[in-house]
C-alpha cells in the first residue's frame, strides 16, 4: 500500500481533500465496496463512545443503486490477499527474498529470515552475499540457536528447479502423487475400522433394548428395574451414534487425486512463476507454499505446498483482464478445476 501511495503522489494524485496519498487512504479505498457497486449499512456500534473499537464486524451490505467500476471477481481477489496479508508478517513480502518467512530452520524449527554480510573479493571489490538465517537466532541470540544461514540464490534457485525437475521427469511426479494417495488410504483404514466397532456395538446395544421390551411387554420384567436399564441403553446408543458421527466426519476426505490433477497444477505454478514480477512471484510462492524444510547439512529438504479452491480460483485460472500491471493479476488461459490438497516434493 506504501508503494502504491507512492506511485499516485508520483503521478500528481490527490485524495477527494486535495490531500497526499496515504497507506491509510488507499487501505480505505481497497475495502470499500462502494466501488463494487455495494453500500454499506451498520458499519459502526456505540462510536461516539468506543471511537476506535466502535467498529462492527459484520457490517450491513446491499446492492447499490450505482454502476459498479471494479468487477466482482477482482474485488474478491483483492480481498483474498488482504485477508492473507492480515494474518502473515508484511516482512516476508518486502524486498527481493522470495522464501523468507517459508524456510524453517533445521536445529528449531523458526522462521528463516533474510540476512547478509559485506566483505571484499579477491580485488578487494566490495561484496555482498545475501543469506536466509535463523528468526529466532537474529531475534535472540545465541543462546536460543544458531544462524544456520541457507545461501539465498541457491536456495531460491533450488526451489524453482525442483518444481521444474517434477514436471521434466514423469516418474517423479508419479512418486509424489502415490505418496500422497498412500498417506490418504492411511488415514482412512483406521477410521473405517472403527466405524465397523461402532456398527457392531450399535447392533448388540439394540438387540440387547429389543430383548427388555419384550420382557417388559410380557409382564416377566419390574418396571422401575426396566425404566433404569433402558435409560441407560439409551445413553450408550446415543454415545455410540455420537461417535459415528466423529468418525465420519474425520473420514470425509477427497477421493484418490489424479496424476493429471497434480501434473497440471504444477505446470500453471510453473508457468506463472516464469512469467510473474519478482513481487507476483514472491506473493505467489507464499500463497502455494506452505513451508520448506532444510536439513542438517543445510541443504533444502522438503518443499510443503498447498492449492486450495480459492487460491487457485485467482490464480491459477484465467485473469479478470489482461491488465497485469494494473490488477496484479496472473494470467493463465483456460479454466482450471478446483481442487484442495497438499503435496510434498
Not at 72 to 98: C, D, I, M, P
Not at 139 to 152: D, F, I, L, Q, W
Not at 233 to 248: D, Q, T, V
Request: a positive charge.
Amino acid at each position: 500500500m506504501k508503494s502504491i501511495a507512492n506511485e499516485l503522489n508520483h503521478g500528481g494524485f490527490r485524495t477527494r481533500n486535495n490531500n497526499p496519498f496515504s497507506i491509510c487512504a488507499v487501505r480505505d479505498i481497497l475495502d470499500n465496496p462502494f466501488f463494487v457497486g455495494k453500500v454499506r449499512y451498520n458499519r459502526y456500534t456505540n462510536w461516539s463512545e468506543r471511537r476506535r473499537k466502535g467498529k462492527n464486524p459484520n457490517p450491513l451490505l446491499v446492492d447499490g443503486h450505482h454502476p459498479p467500476i471494479i468487477v466482482e471477481e477482482l474485488w474478491e481477489k483483492v480481498q483474498f490477499l488482504r485477508e492473507r496479508k492480515a494474518y502473515t508478517s508484511t516482512k516476508r513480502f518486502h524486498g527481493n527474498y522470495e522464501l523468507t518467512g517459508l524456510i524453517r530452520c533445521p536445529q528449531c524449527g523458526a522462521a528463516m529470515t533474510a540476512s547478509r554480510t559485506n566483505s571484499k573479493d579477491k580485488h578487494g571489490q566490495p561484496l555482498i552475499l545475501m543469506y536466509y538465517s535463523c528468526g529466532a537466532f537474529r531475534s535472540k541470540g545465541s543462546a536460543v540457536c544458531g544462524a544456520n544461514s541457507v545461501r539465498k540464490k541457491d536456495a531460491e534457485r533450488y526451489v524453482i528447479d525442483r518444481i521444474k525437475q517434477a514436471l521434466a521427469k514423469p516418474h517423479i511426479l508419479q512418486a509424489i502423487v502415490k505418496s500422497v494417495n498412500d498417506r490418504k488410504g492411511n488415514q482412512v483404514k483406521p477410521l473405517q475400522e472403527g466405524l465397523s466397532t461402532i456398527r457392531s456395538a450399535l447392533a448388540d446395544v439394540q438387540a440387547k433394548k429389543l430383548r427388555y421390551l419384550d420382557l417388559y411387554e410380557n409382564d416377566q420384567f419390574d418396571s422401575s428395574l426396566f425404566a433404569g436399564r433402558l435409560s441407560k441403553l439409551e445413553g450408550e446408543i446415543n454415545r455410540l451414534h455420537a461417535r459415528w458421527s466423529e468418525l465420519e466426519l474425520d473420514g470425509n476426505h477427497s477421493p484418490p487425486v489424479s496424476y493429471e490433477t497434480v501434473r497440471s497444477l504444477i505446470a500453471r505454478l510453473d508457468h506463472l512463476l516464469d512469467a510473474s514480477s519478482t513481487d507476483q512471484r514472491k506473493t505467489l510462492l507464499h500463497l502455494i507454499i506452505k513451508k520448506i524444510t532444510v536439513d542438517d547439512h543445510r541443504q533444502i529438504d522438503k518443499i510443503e505446498m498447498t492449492f486450495d479452491e480459492t487460491t487457485e480460483h485467482h490464480f491459477l485460472s484465467q485473469a479478470p483482464s489482461a491488465c497485469t500491471t494494473a490488477e496484479g493479476a496472473f494470467p493463465f488461459d483456460g479454466k482450471t478445476p478446483k481442487h484442495s490438497l497438499t503435496i510434498t516434493f
